[in-house]
Antibody, heavy 120, light 110 residues
Framework: QVQLQESGPGLVKPSQTLSLTCTVS??????????WSWIRQPPGKGLEWIGY???????YYNPSLKSRVTISVDTSKNQFSLKLSSVTAADTAVYYC????????????WGQGTLVTVSS | QSALTQPASVSGSPGQSITISCTGT?????????VSWYQQHPGKAPKLMIY???NRPSGVSNRFSGSKSGNTASLTISGLQAADEADYYC??????????FGTGTKVTVL
């Protein structure tokens, strides 16, 4: 059974860079069968797709966040990461990592989510 | 990209059927049969309920069904149960090779 677990600071100062890591267990990122994604949800609001990465490093980003987002993968650690630069209070959200089967359009496994608050 | 439009809330009595709409454009919902639906209970991660417009993953009750007409997709829950009370989100692939979620619908069981 695959499991995804987000980790990283729960508090980030405005204008700094938010950094999160998703550790995958029960399956290999290098298998090439999946895309590895980040999705966020501001408190009391809806889901927002951030982007995803393939094990080879190919990335796809939400156009509205593209200038500030970097998603990377570390196959040796079976992890992938999110960096969001120049954060403001509007970036306060629960951040989820999730898995999408290659060739599909849906997310079948999600992490439990981690709340990141942007505040001084 | 703009979020897909869903009604903020839908309610129904136990045993009844309800339908949640998800309206997009020809660049997302209308252009592809790549609409999925997720159920989210408070404090929990979303759970896949429907994929590719009308397909149910293994383990999801057949009380949940999906359809699409033009730029609008729909999720129907029949035989409404207390456990169905949750937030529901649609999602679609887009012509930009990205994904977009709906605004979300809170389902209340009266």
């Amino acid at each position: 059974q695959v499991q995804l677990q987000e980790s990283g600071p729960g508090l980030v100062k405005p204008s700094q860079t938010l950094s999160l890591t998703c550790t995958v267990s029960g399956g290999s990122i290098s298998s090439g069968d999946y895309y590895w994604s980040w999705i966020r949800q501001p408190p009391g609001k809806g889901l927002e797709w951030i982007g995803y990465i393939y094990y080879s490093g190919n990335t796809y980003y939400n156009p509205s966040l593209k200038s500030r987002v970097t998603i990377s993968v570390d196959t040796s650690k079976n992890q992938f990461s999110l960096k969001l630069s120049s954060v403001t209070a509007a970036d306060t959200a629960v951040y989820y990592c999730a898995r999408k089967l290659k060739g599909s359009s849906w997310y079948d496994y999600w992490g439990q989510g981690t709340l990141v608050t942007v505040s001084s | 990209q703009s979020a897909l439009t869903q009604p903020a809330s839908v309610s129904g009595s136990p045993g009844q059927s309800i339908t949640i709409s998800c309206t997009g454009t020809s660049s997302d919902v209308g252009g592809y049969n790549y609409v999925s639906w997720y159920q989210q209970h408070p404090g929990k991660a979303p759970k896949l309920m429907i994929y590719d417009v009308s397909n149910r993953p293994s383990g999801v009750s057949n009380r949940f069904s999906g359809s699409k007409s033009g730029n609008t997709a729909s999720l129907t829950i029949s035989g409404l149960q207390a456990a169905d009370e949750a937030d529901y989100y649609c999602s679609s692939f887009t012509s930009s090779t990205t994904y977009v979620f709906g605004t979300g619908t809170k389902v209340t069981v009266l």
